[in-house]
Every structure is written in C-alpha cells, then in structure tokens.
C-alpha cells in the first residue's frame, strides 16, 4: 500500500526473518503433529481452517471481543475529522472506524489489508485526550495499518493459537475418545503436549521481541507524521497512568488483544512482564520520542 509514511527498512527486515523462522517453525509443527497423531487429514484441516478464519475474520473477532461498533461520521465527527486529516497527509486509504463503549483507554487498529482495515478507539480514550493527543495515537495506529503489520502479527501469533488447541485437541480425545489408553498413548500425549509447548514458547518470544520493536517504530512514524512528538509523548503519559488504575478484572478480556493496543493493557508491571510484553516500557518509548522532538528542533 502506498503511502507518505515513510518506508522502515529495519521493520521489514525484522518482520521478514521473523515469518520465515516462524514459517519453519510452523512447518516442523505440523510435521511433527502428523507423525505423532497419525492422521494427515486431520491436522491439515484444523490448520486450514483455524488460520482462515483468524486472517480472515481478525477485524470481526477483535471487534466483538472488545464490543466495538463501526461508526459513522455524523456519530463521532470528531473521531472522523481526525482520521480524515492524517489520512490526507499520509496520502493512504481511510480505514473504517469503530468504537469500543470501555472506560479502559486504548486504541487498536486490525484486519488483514488496507482495504479491510479497522481502527478502533476506546470511550475512555477519547474521554481523556486532547485533539493533538488522539491525533498522535491515531497516526501511530495507522503507521501500523500502513506498514502491513497488522496482518503479520495475526498470522504470526496464529502458530501459538493452533499449539494450544492442538495440546487440548490431543488431551480430550485421549481422555474421552473411549479408547484403552496404554503406555504408548499416555507416552504419545505427552509428547504432543511437549512440542506445542516449545513451539508456543518460540513463537512467543519471537512474536514479542517483534512486536516490541514494531510499537517504537509506529511511535516514530507517528511523530513524523503529524511533527509532534511530544503529544504523543503527553497521549502515552496519559493512557498508560489511568490504564494503571484500571481494576485487574477490568483488563483481563483486553489482555488478549495487548499486541494489537496502543499500549498494554496491564496493571502495575514487574520486571517480568516487561521482560515479556508486547510493548517496550513507557520509559522507552517516551525516550525516543524525546531524540525524534530533538531531531525535529523543538515543535511550533
């Protein structure tokens, strides 16, 4: 898709060796299940149809699932009139537009191309942000949109899905199938278990330390694009703060969708949830935001 974000030559590259390691993984996945499950056909069509439906079906899925509406601009001027203006500037496509009725402040974009994009602002973000604030959150999402990651993310993350079905899959049908179960199948289930849970822990350390990065280069094209870093710096400031007050029971459904959000939706962070978050810290990001807004020479 063409666009005046300008092209992230890093984020490519990063984005391109991490499919083809979990193309390989995957691979190996599925061989593997079909050695030990001894039925091609089966796995086959569970991967088929589970990868379909997650590429196909992400926007549906991530929009239910936070009780999103599309919405048009006589219900959300606001909302549309700033959409509308970055994508002038970006010279790309509008996505739909869509909001989420949860007081948790955040923002996610989703869907498997331009042309099926959907990006999707909480009540609570809204609520609490300035215009040029919901701007810099709205660019970022849309420097996603525009540089495909969206649809890489869904279908990297969809190997850590198919894993986790896979070891329940194997569990129940060994455990309601009817069959006398012997050593051989008890030996068999665990090393169906075994594998998903390496390839799930590979998937998920890969998918993170891409998406990590994927979340500061959105920030930078942001900041690019609109000439103002430090509104996104005030917006990040903001969101992750209320988000720290928001009740534990209140984020576990977002929980989730963390690497599809503007910022993640946790509570009070410890060294090991930053070790595997879907986001760089708050510190990070507010960092480099302040190395873009020095190399710009201040803002008007």
């Not at 079906?57 to 219900?75: H, K, N, P």
């Not at 969206?150 to 896979?166: D, M, Q, W």
């Not at 703060?241 to 977002?254: C, E, N, V, Y």
Request: with cysteine; proline share 3%.
């Amino acid at each position: 898709m063409r666009s005046r974000f300008e092209p992230d030559r890093q984020l490519t590259a990063r984005m391109v060796v991490t499919m083809f390691l979990l193309g390989l993984l995957y691979v190996a996945f599925i061989a593997a299940l079909i050695v030990l499950l001894k039925s091609v056909a089966l796995v086959i069509v569970i991967a088929v149809v589970l990868l379909g439906a997650q590429f196909w079906f992400s926007d549906r899925i991530a929009l239910f699932a936070m009780r999103g509406r599309i919405v048009t601009a006589e219900q959300q001027p606001r909302l549309h009139g700033v959409v509308d203006r970055l994508c002038a500037t970006a010279d790309m496509p509008k996505p739909r537009v869509a909001v989420s009725d949860m007081d948790l402040p955040n923002a996610f974009a989703t869907g498997r191309n331009a042309d099926h994009a959907v990006i999707c602002v909480t009540t609570g973000l809204m609520r609490r942000l300035e215009t040029e604030e919901l701007e810099g959150v709205l660019a970022h999402e849309l420097s996603h949109v525009a540089h495909r990651d969206v649809a890489v993310i869904t279908i990297a993350s969809f190997l850590g899905v198919i894993a986790g079905l896979i070891v329940r899959f194997a569990f129940y049908s060994q455990l309601f199938g009817g069959r006398q179960r012997d050593q051989n199948t008890a030996l068999m289930l665990l090393v169906v278990m075994g594998v998903s849970a390496l390839v799930y822990a590979i998937s998920f350390l890969l998918i993170r330390a891409l998406s990590r990065y994927r979340e500061l280069a959105a920030d930078r094209a942001a900041a690019m694009l609109t000439g103002k870093p430090s509104a996104l710096a005030s917006a990040l400031t903001k969101v992750s703060g209320d988000i720290a007050r928001i009740p534990t029971r209140d984020l576990r459904t977002a929980q989730a969708f963390n690497a599809f959000f503007f910022t993640p939706a946790l509570g009070p962070g410890t060294a090991l949830a930053n070790l595997f978050s879907t986001h760089p810290t708050l510190e990070r990001r507010l960092e480099a935001l302040g190395e873009i807004s020095a190399r710009l020479g201040g803002e008007s």
